[in-house]
């Protein structure tokens, strides 16, 4: 039976595939953006965090970002890490990824990537269900074979909360 620490599931690095040139650098892109979801429903803030520069920046926009400013800002990891502690409201949450694409040039690159958000807490003795469809519009940079987030661009195209059942 094959046995692997369950942190090589995220690697971001290109060296952690067999896989090289463009193809290594969209797959450990991919598996940056899947380690943000794993972190956050893990309430790993400082590994969620450490997936950024040190300077790196999460926006966070309540519609498209053409046409409205930021709700939030946070810049650098410390931000970063305090921000996430509004994850620790939710009894649980659930991070579903979907399509995504990436430009890649050189050790910069952009990206786009969908997620469908559940989160789910209680209030006044009833359970609630939150569900987000969320955009992130990414731009990432390659440091030595590892590749992190610059800046994170998370906008919440829309939500619905409702009662659920226990």
Not at 24 to 34: E, F, H, Q
Not at 58 to 79: C, F, I, L, Q, W
Request: charged letters at 25%; glycine letters at 4%; a negative charge.
């Amino acid at each position: 039976m094959l046995t692997l620490p369950l942190d090589s599931l995220y690697n971001h690095s290109v060296s952690a595939t067999t896989l090289t040139g463009e193809a290594a650098d969209r797959l450990a892109i991919r598996k940056l953006v899947d380690a943000w979801a794993h972190c956050a429903d893990r309430r790993h803030a400082e590994q969620q965090a450490s997936l950024f520069t040190p300077n790196g920046v999460v926006n966070v926009y309540d519609a498209d970002p053409a046409t409205h400013k930021p709700t939030s800002t946070m810049r650098g990891r410390h931000e970063i890490v305090t921000a996430l502690s509004v994850l620790n409201k939710y009894s649980g949450s659930f991070h579903f990824n979907g399509q995504s694409d990436v430009v890649i040039h050189s050790d910069d690159a952009i990206g786009e990537s969908y997620c469908m958000a559940h989160q789910l807490w209680e209030e006044n003795g009833q359970r609630k269900l939150q569900t987000l469809a969320i955009r992130y519009y990414d731009r990432f940079v390659r440091e030595g074979d590892t590749w992190f987030f610059k800046e994170r661009n998370l906008i919440i195209d829309w939500t619905d909360t409702r009662p659920s059942a226990a």
